[in-house]
C-alpha cells in the first residue's frame, strides 16, 4: 500500500486515525485475530492501492507447513508492535508539535496528498490546532 491511512476507529460519531502505511506494509487488526472477533479498526486508502489479503486461519496453516511461514508471521508481528510501541511513547512524551515533526519525518510526502483533518487526528489535535502549527513553522 501507499500514501494511504490504515488503520482507524470511529467513537461516538467521530473518526480517528490510528496510522498510515506505506508501500509493502503489512496491515493487521492482531488482536482482533487473535482473539477470534471482528476488529473494530477499520482501513481506508486514501490513494489508488493494490492489496493482498489472506484469512487469519489460512496464513496460520501456512505456519504449520512450512518454518519460514511462521518465522515470517514473526517478523511482521514485531514491526508491528515496534511501530505501536514508538507511537504510544511519541504520545506520551512529545508535543503536538514535534509530534507533528516526526509526521512530516515519516510520511512527508502526504502532507499535501491527503486532507489536513486527517494529520490532524493522526496527531491527535484539532484541525485548527493543526494550522496554528503549521503556521508557526513557516
Known amino acids: 500500500m501507499s500514501g494511504e491511512r490504515c488503520g482507524g476507529i470511529s467513537f461516538r460519531g467521530d473518526e480517528y486515525n490510528k496510522s498510515f502505511c506505506s508501500a509493502h506494509d503489512f496491515i493487521a487488526s492482531y488482536g482482533s ?29 501456512l505456519y504449520d507447513r512450512q518454518l519460514c511461514w511462521e518465522r515470517l508471521g514473526r517478523l ?3 514491526r508491528l508492535y515496534v511501530k505501536k510501541e514508538l507511537r504510544e511513547r511519541e504520545f506520551l512524551a512529545l508535543s503536538a508539535e514535534a509530534r507533528y515533526l516526526k509526521f512530516l519525518e515519516r510520511y512527508g510526502h502526504l502532507e499535501t496528498a491527503i486532507p489536513q483533518y486527517h494529520i490532524a487526528s493522526y496527531l491527535g489535535i484539532t484541525p485548527v490546532a493543526l494550522s496554528r502549527i503549521r503556521k508557526k513553522l513557516i
Not at 41 to 57: E, H, K
Open 33 to 61: 485475530l487473535l482473539a477470534g472477533v471482528p476488529s473494530r479498526i477499520s482501513i481506508q486508502a486514501l490513494a489508488d492501492s493494490l492489496l493482498l489479503t489472506i484469512r487469519y486461519s489460512d496464513f496460520r496453516s
Open 76 to 78: 511482521l508481528i514485531e
